[in-house]
């Protein structure tokens, strides 16, 4: 199964923009979602998760300025970033998982569906 992101691109520091991460075919409102990062010469970093219940849950360095949401009808999982910052700048990827444990959310091992990734660009 492959999840498809899209919506990354440029942007300058304190711009907006709107990831989307849809899997067609597939029912994913029971699974957990969630959005990692990979910087150049990074390791992959968790950004933000969904779960079912539709709690979230963000990594400190974007909680306030970035925003997870859901879409269960359309199958889609949205992250909205704002204030962006050069140190934003990564390949995002999409995630999901339905067996992920709460206390997890934060290790991308704990997931097995991925979609392709998504390039943004901040420049200050």
């Known amino acids: 199964v492959q999840l498809q992101a899209s919506g990354g691109g440029l942007a300058q520091a304190g711009d907006s923009l709107s990831l989307s991460c849809a899997a067609p075919?597939?029912?994913?409102?029971?699974?957990?979602m969630a959005w990692f990062r990979q910087a150049p010469e990074k390791e992959r970093e968790f950004v933000a998760a969904i779960n079912r219940g539709r709690s979230t849950f963000y990594s400190d360095s974007v909680k306030g300025r970035f925003t997870i949401s859901r879409d269960n009808a359309k199958n889609t999982v949205y992250l909205r970033m704002n204030a962006l910052k050069p140190e934003d700048t990564a390949v995002y990827y999409c995630?999901?998982?339905?067996?992920?444990?709460?206390?997890?959310?934060?290790?991308?091992?704990?997931?097995?569906?991925w979609g392709q990734g998504t390039l943004v660009t901040v420049s200050s």
């Open positions: 075919g597939r029912t994913f409102g029971s699974y957990v």
């Open positions: 995630a999901a998982s339905s067996s992920v444990i709460m206390s997890q959310y934060r290790n991308s091992d704990m997931y097995y569906y």
